[in-house]
């Protein structure tokens, strides 16, 4: 069952990746458009500027989690890389639950606030010309990291079944790709 629920949550992040991954398509587009606007017709937006800015911070959150799902995150590697395959699965499923998850329910519970006051007030961009949705881009720290501890969920799975031997990590890594 819990090896289901993980699967399901990979599935479901590779989705979310492909759809982000259209998202960094339409930012090279429209930083493109926006240069060739700038620099061979001397004029701009604060919109097109704007829509760049939230473009780039939803593909930045929304994507974290797709991240993770292919290990290509951050890490320092000065004892993990000394650690045994088990034993690394061990310290990523001790450390899911001793840093990961906390930090991620922190910056969730901190940012609802902001983000409800957001959408209380229907926050829109200060500047003359420019988005009138702030509170999309903002409702979108709340849906980055719960996309991310979903995403935690799963790979706290797997380090516990790799840790136990019943599974290997390079044998999933090839089930995803």
């Not at 519970?109 to 420019?130: A, K, Q």
Request: hydrophobic fraction near 55%; charged fraction near 15%; include cysteine.
């Amino acid at each position: 069952m819990l090896r289901g629920l993980a699967r399901w949550i990979d599935a479901l992040q590779e989705q979310v990746g492909r759809a982000v991954s259209w998202l960094m398509f339409a930012l090279v587009v429209l930083v493109f458009g926006d240069v060739v606007l700038r620099y061979l017709f001397n004029t701009g937006a604060v919109f097109i500027q704007e829509f760049e800015w939230y473009l780039f911070g939803t593909i930045y959150l929304l994507a974290a989690g797709y991240t993770m799902l292919y290990n290509e995150h951050v890490r320092v590697d000065v004892v993990y890389a000394k650690l045994s395959p088990r034993s690394r699965a061990w310290l990523d499923f001790v450390l899911m639950f001793v840093f990961f998850f906390p930090s991620c329910i922190l910056v969730i519970y901190t940012s609802w606030p902001f983000v409800r006051n957001s959408w209380d007030i229907l926050e829109g961009s200060p500047d003359p010309g420019g988005i009138p949705a702030r509170f999309l881009l903002k409702s979108m720290i709340i849906v980055g990291f719960a996309l991310l501890a979903l995403q935690g969920v799963s790979q706290a799975i797997k380090s516990f079944y790799w840790a136990m031997g019943w599974e290997e990590p390079e044998a999933r890594r090839q089930e995803i790709r």
